[in-house]
């Protein structure tokens, strides 16, 4: 299994996957070769890759080698498939259609939530 950003093509995968795992001497039964996503979080999907051999170490042997390659052609190929740390620059939730919230920049990378109703006065805060 491999846990990568959800941003991460899975039918580019899979396609990598048989590719490296056909090409292995110890792995059997090419037609049951597969390649699922079997969990999702927050930022990340578990992606999990299944193949036979003739005997459990061939297996595991080929196993670890294909996720091998899998590994550097991630690395060399789409390194933005790694998982990496999200940050939410605002509360907006755009499948909902909320409006979005007034946000007020106090200094460069800091975001202060300001009161999502206009003030009394009705003007807007102003981005510095």
Request: glycine letters at 4%.
């Amino acid at each position: 299994m491999l846990t990568l950003h959800l941003s991460a093509d899975v039918a580019t995968l899979r396609e990598k996957f048989k590719e490296f795992a056909m090409a292995e001497e110890q792995v059997i039964d090419h037609h049951k070769l597969a390649c699922f996503v079997t969990g999702q979080h927050e930022a990340t999907q578990e992606v999990s890759f299944y193949l036979m051999g003739p005997e459990a170490v061939g297996a595991w042997e080929a196993e670890a080698k294909v996720r091998e390659k899998l590994l550097a052609f991630i690395g060399d190929q789409h390194p933005e498939w790694w998982p990496r740390e999200v940050v939410a620059l605002s509360h907006h939730d755009i499948a909902r259609g909320d409006n979005v919230a007034h946000r007020h920049i106090t200094r460069s990378a800091t975001v202060q939530d300001i009161d999502e109703t206009s003030p009394p006065d009705g003007e807007r805060p102003s981005s510095e």
